[in-house]
């Protein structure tokens, strides 16, 4: 959800095409990929939350009063910072899950999430993030 509500937004509020079409991305691959977690989850008689953290919703909302190319620059940091995180965090699942169909559904995420925090490196000096660590990951 964190990819996808920002996603939307800088499909309407970012001046930079390539950022709308990054916004654009996010909410197609991470929408799909909320879907396969919402069958994993319902096979596993888990409950899902249905909104994002407090914590998110703040970035969300500061995210929503950025202006100009002020949100580009906001939101490309805010999708390095989650891409990050989420790696970090898939890939331990992907290791180290109790359970094979999470571990199956972590490794065959990190795909896509290495590949969106590539996107989102690429963004910087289109959007004046010339100080931003580029960290690429090994695939």
Do not use: C, W
Request: glycine share 6%; hydrophobic share 35%.
């Amino acid at each position: 959800m964190m990819e996808v509500q920002p996603g939307r937004l800088a499909q309407t509020h970012a001046t930079n095409p390539r950022v709308k079409d990054f916004g654009a991305m996010m909410v197609k691959d991470h929408g799909e990929g909320m879907e396969k977690l919402k069958r994993l989850a319902a096979r596993k008689h888990v409950v899902l939350p249905d909104s994002v953290s407090t914590h998110q919703q703040k970035e969300i909302n500061d995210l929503r009063k950025r202006k100009d190319g002020n949100f580009d620059k906001t939101y490309v940091q805010l999708m390095i910072a989650d891409h990050r995180s989420d790696i970090h965090e898939f890939e331990k699942e992907a290791g180290q899950a109790m359970d094979s169909s999470t571990r199956l559904f972590a490794g065959s995420s990190l795909q896509m999430l290495r590949r969106h925090l590539d996107s989102a490196n690429n963004l910087t000096h289109l959007v004046g993030l010339n100080n931003i660590k580029v960290t690429p990951y090994p695939y």
